[in-house]
């Protein structure tokens, strides 16, 4: 845990409003975070608080036409809302890695395991294919994926969710990204499955020493990995801090009504 490092990034106070038949409706209002190197900060809140734009903020992926932002988005010294779409693809590619809940994560169905892995290596490495095949299987073992060798030969759909998932963390490290964005990943996944994958992502974070945005609605998981927490509710951030602060000495009371949800 690295938090004195100056924050890779830096969102500060960003604004979102959607356009809607009724005028614009704002989503996120003044919201400030930061993550550093080597550091998970969660987003934490009930559903439809804004989680899921601010990440798609980060990425670059909100669309143009009906969605407005003003702040700033601080990434390795840049404001990616100032960015030009290929410019912001490049980030997304080169240095930002995501995961996604399951099922919505995006295998493509009609490619097998190591297809979808060895393009993505082809695509954002200088890799022969034949060192993308071998890093493409190199990947699968560091994500545990058992028999990763005939594994992929397979299809997604012959999978279970929690193999898919590793399948998509693996894709998400293939770009080696400095900061990786993990919307939900656990939350479609069953318990066990769930403490797993939770165990895969900070180890493969400490390894990579990479910085992490983890969001869940969910406090337990907030206790699992998260060294900070941001605790969002429809669209303001209500408290930022340490987790085990908040976890202690939490300062709002929606905060405490999460806490009191933990099982
Ligand atoms: P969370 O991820 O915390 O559950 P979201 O970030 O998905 O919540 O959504 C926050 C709010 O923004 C919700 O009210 C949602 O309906 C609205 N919203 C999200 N995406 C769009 C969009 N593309 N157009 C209009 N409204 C949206
Ligand atoms: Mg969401």
Redesign the pocket.
Known sequence: MTTENNPMLQIDRLNTS?R?PEGW?S?LRDISLSVSEGETVAIV??????????A?SVMGL??KG??RQDGRILFEGRDLLTLSDREMRAVRGDRIGMIFQEPMTSLNPVFTVADQLTEALLLHRDMSRAEADAEALRLLERVRIPSAKSRMKDYPHRLSGGMRQRVMIAMALACRPKLLIA??PTTALDVTIQAQILHLIRELQAEENMGVLF?T?DMGVVAEVADRTVV?YR?DVLETGQTTDIFAQPSHAYTRSLLASIP
């Open positions: 959607f809607t409706r989503v809140g009930e559903s439809g608080s804004g989680k899921s734009v601010t798609l909100l669309p009906t969605a919307d939900e969001i609605h969002l669209g």
